[in-house]
């Protein structure tokens, strides 16, 4: 893409550079270097290999692209995306992520995740160790086969036995902890980001076994992505956490901290999360701006008691086929058939206050589309933070809000043993080319609890590794830009605090 040097008269001078895409003169934010200010970005290939500062130098390109009132920002990082599949990709694309994670409910074997996407992803993808998928392979005889039918399809459909599967109800024995330990370090060595636990949707697994996962991940010096217990004694679920990660040293990231804790005291909680992390502990936790939940009908969360431990009764519960909130006529028959529900136990104060601790990163839990059918936070989490929650009703600034999207989770995820993700959610030259360019004026979500399949506005441009995937606020079919995010397979030094 240079112009070859030519010498005039013993001097060298170099003719001026022609880069693949310019992306001219619009505001540029990058949280790591706390820059604000207009100016233009180069890209060739997946690289940016240019950025200035105001009209210092104007940069040729193949395709310039005018970004006058355009906010360019680094892409979009979801750390906690069941959706991963096309669907759902363009979904989240037109809200602007460039790189959707599956962290919670992880996957296993990890090489099944990533070989099954190779070519195929708008988006670039990536997986944890799942708990749940090798402790189903390490209990049941079948199971090896089962879950790597799941590996290759998003979870949380009919098919993902993940939340369903009658294993959940054996205890482990001492073998069968072997071969689930041993399993999670192979999962490590393949490269996974971390280890995902979904505590809730294994009835038997208890304190000893969330020890021992914990003492796993930090003998990787890897962080745990967990969905907690889920018994809603007040705060005994984070208790468990918080001893087993001052016990083992481990790294945790707390999954969908508001729904997990919409009973219970959050600020005490936050405040111990901040002591905990004072004194040298490192928990992190994400959250999705709704007042609703999205889980299977059919999973453990539902068990017996659910009423009581949600404060909620079938009436707060929206059986997604329908639309119908249920009875307790009905609560039986529905749970049997299965199925995708909308749970609304969110407190609005409690969404407030996560979205302004300095610890808690953005992410959707985006849940896979059927038939147009999803929650709406898998097509419009990063739109809504950033349109109703920083511009129009200014609980945080628009520099913190994509610090939460983007600088947050990529260290996060660097921290968890991915030297890959210290060239994402940055905008510096050097870094991947995975860039949000949109409107902060007018940037909303569009998606809503009746109608999920919607694409957020504003969002005008989204780059994957240097190609487009949405243009002029289009999604462009066919664009298949996603590339892997693996873990190292080893230790990694972390990366520096950011």
């Known amino acids: ?69 355009l906010l360019i920002s ?75 039918s799941c590996a290759a399809s998003p979870h949380l459909l009919g098919q993902c036995f993940c939340t369903t599967s009658g294993t959940h109800q054996y205890k482990l024995t001492k073998a069968q902890y072997q071969t689930l330990l041993e399993k999670l370090s192979q999962g490590i060595y393949d490269g996974g980001l971390g280890i995902g636990m979904g505590i809730a949707y294994v009835e038997k697994c208890d304190h000893e076994e969330v020890y021992r996962v914990f003492e796993k991940c930090a003998e990787h010096d890897t962080v745990l992505f967990i969905h907690h217990r889920g018994e809603m004694q007040d705060l005994s679920d984070s208790h468990e956490l918080i001893a087993d990660v001052a016990a083992t040293g481990a790294k945790l990231q707390i999954c969908h901290i508001t729904s997990s804790h919409s009973t219970s005291n959050l600020p005490l909680l936050f405040e111990m999360l901040d002591r905990c992390n ?20 059919d999973s453990g969360v539902f068990k017996e008691g659910w009423d009581k431990r949600l404060n909620i009764t079938p009436a707060d519960i929206e059986y997604t086929d329908t639309g ?51 929650h709406p936070r898998s097509a419009g989490c990063f739109t809504r933070v950033l349109g109703l929650y920083s511009r129009e009703r200014g609980l945080l600034s628009l520099q913190t809000a994509l610090h939460k999207m983007t600088l947050m989770p990529a260290n996060r995820i660097a921290s968890a043993g991915c030297s890959g993700m210290l ?42 590794n240097g190609q487009f995937v949405v243009k002029d606020g289009l999604f462009q079919e066919g664009v298949n830009a996603g590339c892997p995010v693996r873990g190292d397979g080893k230790r990694v030094p972390p990366p520096p605090n950011a």
């Not at 959707?100 to 074997?109: K, N």
């Not at 709704?290 to 009908?297: E, F, K, L």
């Open 278 to 297: 004072e004194r040298g502990l490192d928990i992190t936790a994400e959250q999705y701006p709704y007042t609703a939940g999205m889980t299977r009908i």
């Open 324 to 374: 119908e909130r249920l009875t307790w006529e009905n609560w039986d028959e529905h749970r049997k058939k299965g199925g995708i529900v909308l749970v609304h136990s969110n407190p609005a104060k409690y969404i407030d206050l996560a979205m302004q601790h300095p610890r808690v990163m953005i992410a959707s839990d985006g849940i896979p589309y059927v038939d147009g059918k999803s």
């Open 74 to 148: 680094p892409g979009f990082i979801d750390t906690h995306a069941h959706g991963q599949d096309p669907v759902s990709a363009m979904y989240q694309a037109c809200d602007g992520v460039t790189t959707s994670l599956e962290l919670e409910f992880g996957s296993w074997p990890v090489p099944e995740f990533y070989e099954s996407r190779v070519g195929k992803a708008v988006i670039n993808y990536g997986c944890s160790v799942g708990h749940i998928p090798a402790r189903i392979a390490s209990t049941d005889r079948a199971g090896d086969k089962a879950v790597s």
């Open 1 to 69: 893409h240079t112009h070859t040097h030519a010498h005039t008269h013993g001097a060298l001078t170099t003719a001026a550079m022609v880069y693949d895409v310019v992306l001219r003169n619009g505001r540029i934010i990058d949280s790591e270097t706390s820059r604000d200010s207009v100016g233009s970005v180069g890209i060739i290939g997946g690289r940016i290999i240019k950025v200035t500062v105001g009209e210092e130098e104007a940069l040729d390109g193949a395709t310039v692209l005018d970004c006058t009132g």
């Open 423 to 464: 060239k994402k959610g940055r905008l510096q030259e050097g870094m991947d080319a995975d860039i949000t360019i949109f409107d902060p004026a007018t940037v909303i979500d569009k998606a809503t609890f009746s109608e999920p399949a919607q694409t957020s506005f504003g969002i005008h441009h989204v780059i994957v």
